[in-house]
Nanobody
Framework: QVQLVESGGGLVQPGGSLRLSCAAS????????MCWGRQAPGKQRELVAH??????RYADSVKDRFTISRDSAKNTVYLQMDNLKPEDTAVYYC???????WGQGTQVVVSS
């Protein structure tokens, strides 16, 4: 059974940084592409960052500010978020896209 546990969310001022972590278990982590998604208040969920074994891609809204990475030895995927903006406020989810599996999410609030 796929388990995805996110951590690292919180309140941060505009321009600040946060690093999210996702501990994955219940599947062969190395064999799967991983994503981070988010859902802002009143909006649909969207995928913002994607990583394969070596390549990454990002939604235009977060490109050059967010960095996704993975540590296969720890079965963990990360999202480094820099230069955060109020519009980045959302619940952030760890996602296994090929299984449509989403974690429980971690809240990020960007506000002064």
């Amino acid at each position: 059974q796929v388990q995805l546990v996110e951590s690292g969310g919180g309140l941060v001022q505009p321009g600040g940084s946060l690093r999210l972590s996702c501990a994955a278990s219940g599947f062969s982590f190395r064999s799967y592409n991983m994503c981070w998604g988010r859902q802002a208040p009143g909006k649909q969920r969207e995928l913002v960052a994607h990583i394969t074994s070596g390549a990454t891609r990002y939604a235009d809204s977060v490109k050059d500010r967010f960095t996704i990475s993975r540590d296969s030895a720890k079965n963990t995927v990360y999202l480094q978020m820099d230069n955060l903006k109020p519009e980045d406020t959302a619940v952030y989810y760890c996602v296994v896209p090929s299984r449509n599996s989403w974690g429980q999410g971690t809240q990020v609030v960007v506000s002064s």
